[in-house]
């Protein structure tokens, strides 16, 4: 985030002040990127995705711990195949360069695959704890 608030900070500088740097936008939108899909794995980790829990929690103790499971299920999966699709994205990509840095864009697209991957363990980790334990992740509940 400090990197990201710098870099804009100087492209509005260099623009006011100067003559415009040109490879400030391309950095701000990589971070950017990179701060969005770490931040979702961030989340997940602190069970901080928005979820509609109206539903479950009119459940009795054992359905709830059934839908939350077959909800980290689904995820788990969802997270695989966005993983696997990423990195055959990445793959694709390879020979492209980003413009004003000329940086293979496989740099860029690796974030993907690394924080879907990311997400896809943390939420089989729920899940085995849930399996285990019986223990449901609550929104906000510190991960021990």
């Keep these: ?21 040109g490879w400030t936008e391309e950095v701000a939108r990589f971070l950017l990127i990179g701060l969005t899909f770490l931040g979702a794995a961030l989340a997940w980790q602190r069970h901080r995705h928005i979820a509609v829990g109206v539903l479950v929690d009119r459940l009795p103790d054992r359905a709830q711990r059934i839908a939350t499971a077959l ?18 994205y990445m793959t694709m990509q390879s020979f492209q360069k980003s413009a004003a840095l000329r940086l293979p864009m496989s740099y860029v697209y690796a974030i993907v695959p690394v924080s879907a991957g990311l997400m896809a363990w943390l939420a089989a980790t729920d899940l085995m704890r849930l399996l285990l334990t019986g223990a449901r992740p609550a929104a906000g509940e510190p991960v021990e």
């Design 1 to 21: 985030m400090a990197a990201l608030i710098a870099v804009i900070t100087l492209q509005i500088v260099s623009r006011v002040a100067f003559t415009a740097v």
């Design 71 to 88: 909800a980290l299920v689904i995820a788990v999966a969802f997270l695989i195949s966005l993983a696997w699709v990423g990195q055959t």
